[in-house]
């Protein structure tokens, strides 16, 4: 007959609790899953579900007793570490937010704003288009499922009771944050620079001929082009989050080996 004192239970429950903080850590920051549009109670089934299949295939890890400060640890330790991967997922998606928000003050748009249902709060018309073109991408590209795939291998890399990340760890997910304000400028500049040339030929206009109204011929006319350059940019756009796409798991990948 099968016997099981308290400490078996307890290692068996801890076996469940550890992975499923880090995978419910991961999934309430992560984009789509973790916005407003999904809810805590979707969130949570999906979070069980992933931890009911990945606990028989993980590696190994310490015993601690699940009712012990040391599990609690443990637990808060997991939470951070699938929430950080989850805000560094987030950082793509807000490359194509501010780029939206530095083109729509270029033609003229900031005013055109909108309530985004994810976040709840309000957003330019533009960024909040880009936002839906590229959670479209994403799930085409099948990037949740290769996030999910990266997560069940960070249990590998970084197991359950790990020291933890160093300074140069964190240190590389500040330079991340950084380039996420580099990424955005270099996809709105197109769209900038001519917009600039344009704003300089109404300059030109106003010296040739003063006494037309350039700003109520202006207004139209940049906000007519920066459109039709946004329309012409929709293309590589797409591309260029592929390789942005392709790059966010580099990173993560490297982030999770390094520890």
Known sequence: MLELDALDVSHWISRYVYPFARISGLLMVMPLIGTRMVSQRVRLILAIT?????????????????LSL???????QQLLIG???GFVVE???????????LIAMQTG????????????????????WLLFMI??????????????????????TMPIG????????????????????????????????ALLIVNLAFGVMTRAAPQLNIFALGFPVTMIVGLFILWLSMGEMAQSF??????????????????
């Open 50 to 66: 992933i931890t009911l299949v990945v606990v028989p295939v993980l590696p190994p890890f310490i015993k601690v007793d699940a």
């Open 70 to 76: 040391a599990s609690l640890i443990i637990i808060l």
């Open 83 to 85: 929430i950080l991967l």
């Open 91 to 101: 950082l793509l998606t807000q490359v194509f937010v501010i780029a939206g928000q």
């Open 109 to 128: 748009l900031g005013i055109a704003t909108t309530v985004d249902p994810s976040q709840g709060a309000s957003v330019v018309v533009i960024s909040q």
């Open 135 to 156: 959670s479209l991408v994403f799930l085409s590209l099948n990037g949740h499922l290769v996030l999910i795939e990266i997560l069940i291998d960070s249990f590998y």
């Open 162 to 193: 790990f020291d933890g990340w160093t300074q140069k760890e964190l240190g590389l997910v500040v330079t991340w944050s950084g380039w996420m304000f580099a990424a955005a400028l270099v996809i709105a500049l197109p769209a900038m620079t």
């Open 242 to 259: 592929q390789g942005y796409m392709d790059t966010l798991f580099e990173f993560i990948k490297k982030l999770t080996e390094m520890s």
